[in-house]
């Protein structure tokens, strides 16, 4: 009998993924692509998830289902959960105060680490699937307390990304120049404040793009996945020696 796994990760509804993100979901190192790890994660889909309810309109009870979900993994022996969207820090709170395991649902739960390590004169940019949804709740629920030295950088505005919201459906990416556009984001936010010294990456389907920012930039940059490995590590799922 195969052993269960020990971090659980709540991801939309099955029927609520549009195919723009279904084409992101196929790449090594989105959150949602088992590939993605190293070690196994328990992929759970929950009703009621979606982008409504997620990252424009947050709701009660999506977080209801959430924590009946969460307290009926726990019930089962999973050890941490996570979530496959950064704006579900907005339940951060809640569903770490509904069961005694470890929760964490968004990669902006890094953005106090990072504030740290780049001391009093850097800053931390944080690059958003899209700005206009990322809200005063979203930093108070992650523990951000600081904001004079973030940096927000968005995709939305970007033309090959901002389909995710004109038409989400109306065929594949050009996945080369997403690539590029993430790049350029980056770029102009440094141009414009060369004290950035670190990047969280709030999205988890910019993971597979990190590789490149790191490389390009050299600078550290969090998402996802070194949030999921740090909690992997913490909890002996994911060994370096």
């Known amino acids: 009998m195969n052993k269960k796994p020990k971090i659980a990760l709540l991801r939309w509804e099955k029927g609520q993924v549009c195919d723009a993100l279904m084409q992101l979901e196929t790449l090594p190192g989105n959150s949602t692509n088992p590939a993605s790890y190293p070690f196994d994660v328990e992929m759970v889909y929950v009703k009621g998830a979606n982008a409504e309810t997620v990252e424009t309109n947050p709701c009660q009870e999506l977080l209801d289902e959430y924590i009946r979900v969460c307290k009926e993994l726990a019930a089962q022996g999973v050890k941490a959960i996570t979530t496959s969207c950064g704006f579900n820090a ?22 106090p680490f990072a504030q740290t390590i780049v001391g009093s004169k850097g800053k931390v940019a944080i690059l958003t699937a899209n700005v206009n949804d ?22 939305h505005n970007q033309p090959e990304w901002s389909r995710l919201y004109s038409n989400p459906d109306g065929g594949e990416f050009k996945l080369e120049a997403i690539t590029d556009e993430i790049a350029n984001v980056l770029r ?54």
């Open 90 to 111: 907005y339940y951060q709170e809640s569903l770490a105060a509904a069961v005694p395991e470890i929760v964490f649902t968004s990669s902006l739960l890094q953005v």
């Open 134 to 155: 990322l809200k005063e709740e979203h930093f108070a629920r992650s523990n951000i307390t600081r904001r004079d030295n973030l940096v927000l950088l968005s995709m």
């Open 188 to 241: 102009k936010g440094l141009e414009e404040h060369p004290d950035i010294g670190a990047v969280v990456l709030e999205c988890t389907d910019l993971p597979p793009y990190a590789s490149r920012l790191r490389e390009e930039f050299g600078l550290p940059v969090f998402d996802f996945n070194s949030l999921m490995g740090h909690i992997a590590m913490a909890l002996n799922v994911h060994k370096l020696y």
